[in-house]
């Protein structure tokens, strides 16, 4: 029995013989009528499908159907950027922190030792002094990413492949492994505000978390960590920065091949397949250990799908009531490292404050662009998607109350640690926070159009007493919605 091997089986595939490329993009499900789908994260796109099996597609290739949600970001000079240079522009930049012999020898493919350090002389330090430091709950992973040059998930995940053994436990080609996780970086869209290499690498830590806590550290195997760990990497893999509502009435073909379910999902698990086959990074292992090690990554990252969020709840909460968890079986071991994949997807509101603010104004703003591009279409806007009904703390405090607050009360049920109670802690007080700030931008907004209203009225009285009410009250309201237009 090979190294991969596992007792349990998700279902049985084969992979396809002779395989094409093709190129393709993705979304997700979404309930509108479950309240806790409408406080739903934005799930992405990527590469790879099959007829039969797995098929990986060729990469920097994205054709879309009615809406190219690529205007999204569109900025000037850079709307047209040529698919022929793609690869080696991307590659240069990904490793211009890089001394240019290490990146070099690495596009060339040298079988040589790669030296661990790989950061320029300047930053090396400090990244270094934060990476021993990589286990605690108020890492900061955006000074972490300016300090590797937005390389953090490339440099974190190596790094905690490394921390783990894994490397030689695997026997894992070090020149395939750099490949494999600078073309997952590549992936992720640097565009998105949100579901991009960042927030990656944030939840790859967060994993690292968990995966530490004294339940799962004393049960889980080398073949769990590793699994862990490429699924929090590869969890959002491409994506879009849309969400499924939007690719279903914008009849994106993904949403019929996936029939509305799971289908970012699905893409972003396939994706990550196509990069594991691409870089041949588990060719050396057996074909059933490389099969299964797909199979399970796939089980991860499809329980991120926010819309069966109940249903993963509930089964924990069964669990939990009935203290019939035992980590020394494998399919027990698995559902543990699908709730903290899921904790670790949506761990933001338990970050301390500054942290936890940056990443809701993010998410909220990619929510917003979405519904930008949605009124430009004359499209329906998605719930939480339109920026003059929303605000950053409503969204915030619905995700809490209906998503996270449940989700992290039965995880502290099943790891009663510090850490737990520090998440919880947290999230309390960046409730209370965003709350409060509720409040206060509230009379303050009022204040200000009272005021506006009073000024335009007295302008408008010299200039025709008789309609002064009504041209001052209507100037006062049209310029501010005038200078929010995208």
Same mark, same amino acid.
């Given at each position: 029995?090979?190294?991969?091997?596992?007792?349990?089986? #998700?279902?049985?595939?084969?992979?396809?013989?002779?395989?094409?490329?093709?190129?393709?993009?993705?979304? $997700?499900?979404?309930?509108? *009528?479950?309240?806790?789908?409408?406080?739903?994260?934005?799930?992405g796109?990527?590469?790879?499908?099959?007829?039969?099996?797995?098929?990986?597609?060729?990469?920097?290739s994205?054709?879309?159907?009615?809406?190219?949600?690529?205007?999204?970001?569109?900025?000037l000079?850079?709307?047209?950027?040529?698919?022929?240079?793609?690869?080696?522009?991307?590659?240069?930049?990904?490793?211009?922190?890089?001394?240019?012999?290490?990146? *070099?020898?690495?596009?060339?493919?040298?079988?040589?030792?790669?030296?661990?350090?790989?950061?320029?002389? !300047?930053? @090396?330090?400090?990244?270094?002094? &934060?990476?021993e430091?990589?286990? /605690?709950?108020?890492?900061?992973? #955006?000074?972490? =990413?300016?300090?590797?040059?937005?390389?953090?998930?490339? @440099?974190?995940?190596?790094?905690?492949?490394?921390?783990?053994?894994?490397?030689?436990l695997?026997?894992?080609?070090m020149?395939?492994?750099w490949?494999?996780?600078?073309?997952?970086?590549? !992936?992720?869209?640097? =565009?998105?505000?949100?579901? /991009?290499?960042?927030?990656?690498? !944030?939840?790859?830590?967060? &994993?690292?978390?968990?995966?530490?806590?004294?339940?799962?550290?004393?049960?889980?195997?080398?073949? %769990?960590?590793?699994?862990?760990?490429?699924?929090?990497?590869?969890?959002?893999?491409?994506?879009?920065?849309?969400?499924?509502? #939007?690719?279903?009435?914008?009849?994106?073909?993904?949403?019929?091949?996936?029939?509305?379910?799971?289908?970012?999902?699905?893409?972003?698990?396939?994706?990550?397949?196509?990069?594991?086959?691409?870089?041949?990074?588990? +060719?050396?292992?057996?074909?059933?250990?490389?099969?299964?090690?797909?199979?399970?990554?796939? +089980?991860?990252?499809?329980?991120?799908?926010? +819309?069966?969020?109940?249903?993963?709840?509930?089964?924990?909460?069964?669990?939990? =009531?009935?203290?019939?968890?035992?980590?020394?079986?494998?399919?027990?071991?698995?559902?543990?490292?699908?709730?903290?994949?899921?904790?670790?997807? $949506?761990?933001?509101?338990?970050?301390?404050?500054?942290?936890?603010?940056?990443? +809701?104004?993010?998410?909220?703003?990619?929510?917003?662009?979405?519904? =930008?591009?949605?009124?430009?279409?004359?499209?329906?806007?998605?719930?939480?998607?339109?920026?003059?009904?929303?605000?950053?703390?409503?969204?915030?405090i619905?995700?809490?109350?209906?998503?996270?607050?449940?989700?992290?009360?039965?995880?502290?049920? #099943? *790891?009663?640690?510090?850490?737990?109670?520090?998440?919880?802690?947290?999230?309390?007080?960046?409730?209370? *926070?965003?709350?409060?700030?509720?409040?206060?931008?509230?009379?303050?907004s009022?204040?200000?159009?009272?005021?506006?209203?009073?000024?335009? %009225?007295?302008?408008?009285?010299?200039?025709?007493?008789?309609?002064a009410?009504?041209?001052?009250?209507t100037?006062?309201?049209?310029?501010?919605?005038?200078?929010?237009e995208?």
């Amino acid at each position: 029995m090979g190294l991969l091997c596992r007792p349990h089986q #998700f279902w049985a595939y084969q992979p396809v013989a002779g395989t094409h490329y093709v190129a393709r993009r993705g979304a $997700i499900s979404y309930d509108s *009528s479950d309240q806790t789908a409408l406080y739903i994260r934005m799930l992405g796109d990527v590469r790879v499908r099959s007829q039969v099996g797995f098929e990986p597609e060729r990469r920097s290739s994205h054709p879309y159907l009615c809406i190219d949600f690529r205007t999204l970001h569109t900025r000037l000079g850079c709307g047209s950027a040529s698919a022929a240079s793609g690869p080696e522009r991307r590659v240069h930049r990904l490793l211009s922190f890089q001394r240019y012999l290490h990146s *070099s020898r690495l596009l060339r493919g040298v079988p040589q030792q790669i030296p661990l350090h790989i950061l320029d002389e !300047d930053y @090396t330090g400090q990244a270094r002094c &934060m990476l021993e430091k990589v286990g /605690n709950w108020n890492f900061d992973i #955006f000074r972490f =990413d300016r300090l590797t040059n937005g390389n953090s998930l490339i @440099t974190l995940t190596f790094h905690l492949l490394n921390q783990y053994g894994l490397v030689e436990l695997f026997q894992l080609d070090m020149v395939k492994l750099w490949r494999f996780l600078v073309m997952v970086q590549e !992936d992720y869209h640097s =565009d998105n505000p949100y579901h /991009n290499a960042v927030h990656a690498a !944030d939840v790859t830590q967060a &994993m690292y978390c968990y995966l530490r806590e004294p339940m799962l550290a004393k049960s889980l195997t080398s073949y %769990d960590i590793l699994l862990g760990l490429l699924a929090a990497a590869t969890h959002d893999l491409g994506h879009p920065g849309v969400n499924q509502p #939007f690719l279903i009435k914008t009849d994106h073909y993904l949403a019929t091949l996936y029939r509305n379910t799971s289908v970012l999902e699905n893409h972003h698990w396939k994706s990550a397949v196509g990069l594991l086959r691409e870089t041949g990074l588990f +060719s050396h292992l057996p074909a059933e250990d490389s099969l299964n090690m797909e199979r399970e990554l796939g +089980s991860l990252i499809l329980a991120t799908d926010i +819309s069966r969020q109940n249903e993963y709840l509930s089964r924990f909460r069964m669990h939990l =009531d009935q203290d019939n968890l035992c980590l020394s079986n494998a399919s027990h071991r698995h559902f543990i490292l699908q709730m903290a994949l899921k904790c670790a997807d $949506i761990c933001n509101p338990c970050r301390p404050w500054e942290q936890s603010k940056q990443w +809701s104004e993010k998410v909220t703003e990619e929510f917003f662009q979405q519904g =930008d591009i949605e009124k430009k279409h004359k499209l329906e806007v998605s719930p939480l998607c339109d920026r003059e009904m929303n605000t950053v703390g409503n969204i915030q405090i619905g995700f809490m109350t209906y998503v996270a607050e449940p989700l992290f009360a039965e995880w502290a049920r #099943f *790891s009663d640690t510090r850490l737990s109670q520090t998440m919880l802690g947290h999230m309390g007080l960046n409730k209370a *926070s965003w709350g409060g700030l509720q409040q206060e931008q509230t009379p303050v907004s009022e204040e200000a159009e009272a005021s506006i209203a009073s000024a335009g %009225d007295a302008a408008a009285a010299r200039r025709d007493a008789n309609t002064a009410t009504v041209a001052g009250g209507t100037s006062s309201k049209e310029i501010p919605q005038g200078s929010r237009e995208s």
